[in-house]
């Protein structure tokens, strides 16, 4: 058994379960402490950043009616996952991770480019850099960290197969016309999404029986 791989899915399983243990899901954890969750807001308000391995994230959610696909009415909001570039605007968009009310994760998905802005990698740079991932924070948002970091590292294999399906939508819509304009249509939002189911995930991985 792969020992990184067993030690990702020990953070995976054992973080949830001790904010359960304090009365919280991760959703709620990852509202940093706000007593409202409003529809676009950034929580944290200032995102959760790691200068030393460049990565960022954030938790926010869409009005009921911009969400999309079968779990719409059940997600509660979504992280938005980067890595940081050398000045504002540089950064590069990873993945989205959606959960539910209960922080139960429900799907990953990629997204077009108008709607993190930044630099496009293309899957293949992306997946090259996916191994060295790494999201560390200080304070209460700590452990939340290291689990977006766990998810990350567990499901690489299919976060390769699905930013190559985010390539190959986006080489679709652009028939006929540039991909810089497919960028900026805001008809084209969510690009590709996989399950992010975490016991099946396991299964597959044999961590568990």
Known sequence: MNAALHEWAQQAVAIPLAYARRGQSLAQAA??????????????????????????????????AARWGDAADQEHGHFHVFWDGPRPGAHVHLVALALDARGQPLHWFTTNRWVTAGRW???????RRL???RLQVNGRLAPLARWLTAMVQLFADELVTLLQARDAALLAAARGRSRRSVWADRSVEVLAHIDAALPARLQRLGLLP
């Not at 929580?43 to 960022?56: C, I, L, S, W």
């Open 31 to 64: 509202l940093a402490g706000a007593r409202r969750f409003e529809a676009l807001r950034h929580y944290p308000a200032h995102d959760m950043v790691d200068v030393v391995h460049g990565t960022r994230a954030f938790y926010h959610s869409h009005d009921a």
């Open 131 to 133: 191994p060295s991932f």
């Open 121 to 127: 990698l293309d899957a293949a740079a992306l997946a």
